[in-house]
């Protein structure tokens, strides 16, 4: 079974930075696409940032210079570095991995529980 484990919200000023991290951990061969989405109440999951298993990354425009995506693939990690952080940036952050558990078996998605970042004006 595959877990994704993420850590690193919490409540920061406007202006603040935070780190978030996500590590995949069980049956896992091989990772694809890692990645952060956010979802507000009531509204849609969007795309945050994604990189590829060769580091391509790609971002949603209103996060442009101020995130960075990074990941480390001997530790199956995925890292969201927020800098210059706004109150428009609090909602709950969900990481996002496509793994494939086996040579067997095809890529599935998988979610993280979420993790809330509050930035505060």
């Known amino acids: 079974q595959v877990q994704l484990v993420e850590s690193g919200g919490g409540l920061v000023q406007a202006g603040d930075s935070l780190r978030l991290s996500c590590a995949a951990s069980g049956s896992i061969f091989d990772i694809d696409v890692m990645g952060w989405y956010r979802q507000a109440p009531g509204k849609q999951r969007e795309l945050v940032a994604t990189i590829t298993r060769g580091g391509r990354t790609n971002y949603r425009d209103s996060v442009k210079g101020r995130f960075t995506i990074s990941r480390d693939n001997a530790k199956n990690t995925v890292y969201l570095q927020m800098n210059s952080l706004k109150p428009e940036d609090t909602t709950v952050y969900y990481c996002?991995?496509?793994?494939?558990?086996?040579?067997?078996?095809?890529?599935?998605?998988?979610w993280g529980q979420g993790t809330q970042v509050t930035v505060s004006s």
């Open positions: 996002h991995a496509n793994i494939r558990a086996s040579a067997r078996t095809y890529y599935t998605d998988y």
